[in-house]
């Protein structure tokens, strides 16, 4: 399937996708062993040597790539997110300062992994950041808008954009503008941003839902899942042509560039 309707396969119902990661084997083996342990944890030495709970924590938190870095989370957590100048919060990747707040054990000490955050709350986080996961192994197009669609309400300045290399890369795409515009002065990116899009539209789930119509068709075009025919085709071809769907021809013709 092309990356429009796959997105809105999932994103049409996200619960009923979510409970179908939550039955994964592997997926429910992880999360029990986590929620049955977690609660075990009472200082930040013990919770980075179980390299299983640590893992799952890290990967709920979007921060699964760096779960080898333990010395790095170790001086994070310690230092937790109270003070405005401390290690998590100075990291221009927010997603640390959000893990140290779900496991804040400088705030709460050997209490820290008792709190629903610590809890349930990161378990949620695991299955979305798994459902995302699991569509971009097909299609990172669609691995992107799902990852948009869940952060755009935290979204208040193109600055939060800039600084998140996924987000940028869905607005980037969704306005045609080439990888190598990520290089240009930060400020003049923002400002490129701004006179294109309302950020305020990212609260509003109808136009976000078009404007992630927007990125999945442009992600379409520039990423084709069939390489039968060229983008040029893409825009005349009939609806019955192999690797474009009467859906996706439907949601084009309704972008407004």
């Known amino acids: 399937m092309n990356t429009y309707t796959s997105y809105q396969l999932i994103a049409k119902d996200i619960p009923k996708a979510l409970d179908q990661v939550e039955a994964q084997p592997v997926v429910k083996?992880?999360?029990?062993y986590y929620l049955a342990n977690i609660g075990n944890v009472k200082t930040i030495d013990d919770f980075v040597k179980d390299t299983r709970l640590f893992t799952y924590a890290m990967k709920a938190f979007g921060l699964g790539d760096m779960a080898y870095a333990k010395a790095f989370m170790v001086k994070a957590l310690k230092e937790g997110v109270a003070d405005e100048d401390s290690f998590a919060n100075k990291l221009t990747d927010k997603r640390y300062a959000e893990f140290v707040k779900a496991f804040n054990f400088a705030a709460y000490d050997d209490t820290a992994t008792l709190f629903p955050a610590a809890q349930q709350g990161t378990v949620d986080k695991y299955m979305r950041q798994t459902l995302e996961e699991n569509a971009g192994e097909t299609n990172e197009g669609v691995r992107l808008a799902l990852y948009f669609d869940r952060k755009a309400s935290s979204i208040t300045n193109w600055y939060d954009v800039l600084a998140d290399t996924a987000l940028a890369s869905v607005v980037r795409n969704a306005l045609g503008l080439p990888d190598s515009f990520a290089?240009?002065?930060?400020?003049?990116?923002?400002?490129?941003?701004?006179?294109?899009?309302?950020i305020a539209d990212f609260a509003d789930p109808e136009k976000l839902s078009k404007f992630l119509t927007r990125f999945t068709s442009m992600w379409e075009i520039n990423n084709p899942t069939s390489t039968a025919q060229t983008s040029v085709s893409v825009l005349f071809a009939q609806p019955t042509t192999v690797g474009?769907?009467?859906?996706l021809m439907m949601a084009m013709q309704k972008l407004r560039f």
């Open 183 to 198: 290089s240009a002065d930060i400020d003049k990116q923002a400002q490129a941003f701004e006179q294109k899009l309302d």
């Open 29 to 32: 083996r992880d999360t029990d």
């Open 244 to 247: 474009i769907s009467t859906d």
